[in-house]
């Protein structure tokens, strides 16, 4: 028994040997159905080429991705053959154009060449062109100075000038706001385009402000000579919000006033047709050592009257004093009111303006002529810079209307 188990054993291993020695040797018979037929065709396109674009001045890089059973890589610009046979994954045009080019990588092999792949576009940098059309606003915005350009070739980014002061050196885009004490008189801005190779000739204009420095704004309020019923309310004055004061009201020897948030109405009952209306702007602020001009559209009825000057009772408005008045106001000698600057009224729009502060010829007269009447400009002095200023508008049928207020510094 054991005899056989043995001899068993050694003619397994004697097989095994003659197998392993064919296959050593090269013999091993293998079924070809089962195996693949080798492959004859062309590797296949590049999937990524990308071609480097202002990124230098003496040469394009185009790279790709490498593919598979491939030996080499012919690149082309433009259609037409630039480097062959090239074995790496990079290629360095060192004859680049600094016009747009269209790169192309073919895959080779001993079987012939692939279809092609994904262009690329590609541009050898070069020195900045000067930015065109460079223009800067000229009084166009209240605070600011707009400065736009067209974008430059081969610029990467801007330096913008004022004066020969850098205001940015590294802009982005094609404009600029100049809002950090713009200037109100015209200035000259200057921009240099930058890039990789250096910087442009600089381009220049002149450009400047709004000398307005208190306030301008579009009001328009009718008031329909205050009928019983008729109500009235506040428009939206941004930062300098106006009040609107009804004296004489119903039941009332005082004020009423119509509240700040746009959204209150007052019902105001005119008593034997008599009541003002006083349209103050308690917010102004201006500069000591300046002179100014007041202008607006009025649309009234009847007479109504300017009132600037320092509010000394602190009531909120003005009434009193004379002689703190910032144009020339004759005094009312049975309250002791001032009258104020009266302006005319025919029921039609009209413009109206006076500088200030003045003295001069006191007067009620509508429409005073402060040339006629020989006033005198001066200017805003220490404890002035917050004056009150006031229209009042007694009613009458037909409609009050106020437009388009400015105050401008004079130059």
């Keep these: 028994m054991q005899k056989n188990i043995f001899l068993a054993l050694l003619l397994t291993m004697l097989v095994m040997a003659a197998c392993v020695k064919k296959y050593n040797n090269g013999e091993f018979v293998a079924d070809r159905s089962l195996m693949p037929e080798a492959r004859t065709d062309a590797p296949l396109d590049p999937s990524v080429v990308v071609a480097s674009y202002d990124d230098y001045c003496d040469k394009v890089v185009i790279s790709w991705t490498p593919t598979v059973r491939t030996s080499s890589y012919d690149v082309y610009r433009n259609g037409e053959l630039l480097a062959?046979?090239?074995?790496?994954?990079?290629?360095?045009?060192?004859?680049a154009l600094t016009t747009e080019s269209t790169y192309t990588v073919f895959s080779k092999n001993v079987h012939g060449r692939s279809d092609g792949s994904v262009s690329a576009i590609g541009r050898m940098a070069a020195i900045p062109s000067a930015p065109e059309n460079f223009s800067a606003t000229d009084g166009e915005y209240e605070s600011k100075v707009i400065l736009t350009w067209d974008a430059a070739n081969f610029a990467k980014y801007y330096i913008l000038k004022r004066d020969n002061t850098v205001l940015s050196d590294s802009v982005v885009g094609t404009s600029f706001s100049d809002n950090a004490d713009a200037p109100t008189e015209p200035t000259e801005y200057s921009i240099i385009a930058v890039g990789v190779c250096g910087e442009s000739d600089p381009v220049t204009t002149t450009g400047y402000c709004d000398p307005l420095l208190a306030f301008r704004f579009p009001l328009v309020e009718d008031f329909e000579g205050f009928p019983?019923?008729?109500?009235?309310?506040?428009?939206?004055f941004g930062d300098f919000m106006p009040r609107f004061q009804f004296e004489n009201a119903p039941n009332v020897n005082g004020v009423v006033e119509?509240?700040?948030?746009?959204?209150?109405?007052?019902?105001?009952?005119?008593?034997?047709?008599?009541?003002?209306?006083?349209?103050?702007?308690?917010?102004?602020?201006?500069l000591v050592g300046e002179s100014y001009t007041i202008s607006f559209d009025v649309k009234a009825p009847q007479t109504i009257s300017l009132h600037i000057g320092i509010d000394k009772t602190g009531d909120g408005y003005m009434g009193k004093y004379a002689d703190e008045y910032f144009l020339p106001t004759a005094e009312n000698t049975k309250n002791h009111n001032a009258y104020g600057v009266n302006i005319g009224g025919t029921g039609e729009w009209k413009t109206v303006s006076y500088a200030f502060p003045q003295t001069g010829v006191e007067t009620k007269d509508p429409d005073p002529d402060p040339e006629a009447l020989?006033?005198?400009?001066?200017?805003?002095?220490e404890g002035q810079e917050h004056p009150i200023i006031q229209l009042q508008m007694w009613s009458k049928n037909g409609t009050y209307a106020i437009d388009n207020i400015k105050i401008e510094r004079i130059k």
Excluded: C, H, M, R
């Design 84 to 95: 062959q046979d090239i074995t790496d994954t990079t290629y360095v045009d060192t004859e």
């Design 228 to 236: 019983l019923g008729i109500l009235t309310s506040a428009d939206d």
């Design 258 to 286: 119509i509240k700040g948030d746009n959204s209150k109405y007052i019902d105001l009952k005119v008593i034997n047709d008599k009541a003002s209306i006083q349209l103050i702007f308690p917010d102004v602020e201006l």
């Design 374 to 381: 020989g006033w005198t400009l001066g200017t805003i002095q």
